[in-house]
């Protein structure tokens, strides 16, 4: 797998990080540990409520992304961990048995100006459900720049 | 437990969910399966990381968060999902055996002018390690206000 460095992170530069499929007993197992609304554990419940059938919690689907991410880029970049972002979205329900792509854009790259050894990479993290936008992120992500070790 | 109704998240209020501790084991289990970065999974890699020592995947803290939430406020709320939030932060390290104060805090509640029957309610989401900040959220929460079914 080629080696990522902090300047391959261009601005627009687009990572499909594939797909990701949505296992049923994973979802509501996450879900009775973090998140147990009635949408996201029971089946009836759920039919009846905005969603019309049993949804993953937000930070299921959160996990999920990031877990393409890692396997996509991080792993093998000089990564240093996220300080947070400004944008978390879930303009769709998930469902099991969905199968999702998952994509990162690069929206913006830069040396800290106190820190030359990190560099700052704001990015859109995305989810979709065909052509339908299912989650997305703004955050940042701070990486070693190689000048000095961090 | 007293139940909550929309009219009950005004703008200023502040919900204390508790104390939440930090599992080493379920840590490293979730870094494992949704966010498998050195610093996250090995113990070594992690001390000699800007962490300092084996540190909890944001998603993990925020789904802490997200529990002591619906133990807190949700599971006695006419809780109806989250589109998303406007940011998301993680100004500090989380490490196992943290015990963290987990609180929301109501910024804005109206009524949706299409549908009276949807409440949105804009808050902050916080976990303090003693009195440093260790994860921020301020997303919106969404609710049913009595006037008809949503």
Not at 83 to 93: C, Q, R, S, T
Not at 115 to 135: I, K, M, N, Q, S
């Amino acid at each position: 797998m080629t080696q990522l460095h902090f300047d391959d992170f261009t601005p627009g530069r687009v990572f499909d990080l594939g797909t990701v499929l949505v296992d049923h007993d994973e979802m509501v197992a996450f879900a009775h540990r973090f998140d147990p609304q009635p949408f996201h554990v029971d089946e009836d419940a759920a039919k009846a409520s905005l969603f019309g059938g049993l949804a993953a919690s937000g930070w299921f689907t959160a996990s999920l992304w990031m877990r393409a991410y890692v396997d996509g880029v991080l792993a093998r970049s000089p990564s240093l961990g996220s300080p947070g972002g400004e944008e978390i979205a879930w303009p769709a329900p998930v469902f099991a048995g969905d199968e999702l792509r998952a994509a990162m854009e690069v929206l913006e790259a830069r040396r800290s100006r106190s820190r030359p050894d990190l560099g700052l990479v704001r990015l859109r993290a995305t989810l979709h459900r065909d052509d339908e936008l299912v989650f997305r992120s703004v955050f940042t992500g701070m990486f070693g720049t190689g000048n000095g070790a961090p």
